[in-house]
C-alpha cells in the first residue's frame, strides 16, 4: 500500500500527526501550571504528573517525597533561579524556594481520525 496516496494511508498520517501534536502539547504544560513556594508535598491531578519545574528563585527539592520521579539520584538538588528541569514528577515537594510546575496528564492515543 502506498501511503502517501491511498485514502486508507493519508487517515492513518493524520491520525498519527495529530496524536503527536497531542502528546507534544501535554508535555509542554498545556495542562497548566502550579506555583508552588511551600513545603508541602504537590501531588500532580489523577492520571498526570508535572513534566517541568521552573525556579523562580533558588530551589531546593526534598527528593525523600519526591517517589516517582523519573531522575535517578536526584538527591536534596538545587535548582538555579531561571534554570528548567524536565521529567515525570507525580509529586513535588521544596526544601526551600518558588517554582512553577508544569503539569502533563497521562496519555492514550484514542483518536479514531477522520
Known amino acids: 500500500m502506498d501511503y502517501k496516496t491511498s485514502s486508507a494511508g493519508k487517515n492513518s498520517l493524520k491520525r498519527i500527526e495529530r496524536a503527536i501534536e497531542t502528546m507534544h502539547a501535554q ?9 508552588i513556594s511551600d513545603t508541602d508535598d504537590h501531588t500532580a491531578p489523577s492520571g498526570g504528573w ?32 531561571g534554570a528548567i ?13 518558588t517554582i512553577i510546575a508544569y503539569m502533563n496528564k497521562s496519555f492514550t492515543a484514542t483518536d479514531s481520525g477522520d
Do not use: H, R, W
Not at 27 to 35: D, H, L, N, P, R
Not at 85 to 97: D, E, Q, R, T, V
Open 27 to 35: 508535555q509542554m504544560g498545556c495542562c497548566g501550571a502550579e506555583y
Open 50 to 81: 508535572y513534566t517541568a519545574i521552573f525556579a523562580c528563585t533558588d530551589t531546593a527539592l526534598d527528593a525523600s517525597s519526591m517517589t516517582g520521579s523519573s531522575i535517578l539520584n536526584l538527591g536534596d538538588a538545587v535548582i538555579p533561579s
Open 85 to 97: 528541569i524536565y521529567g515525570k514528577f507525580p509529586i513535588i515537594s521544596l526544601g526551600s524556594g
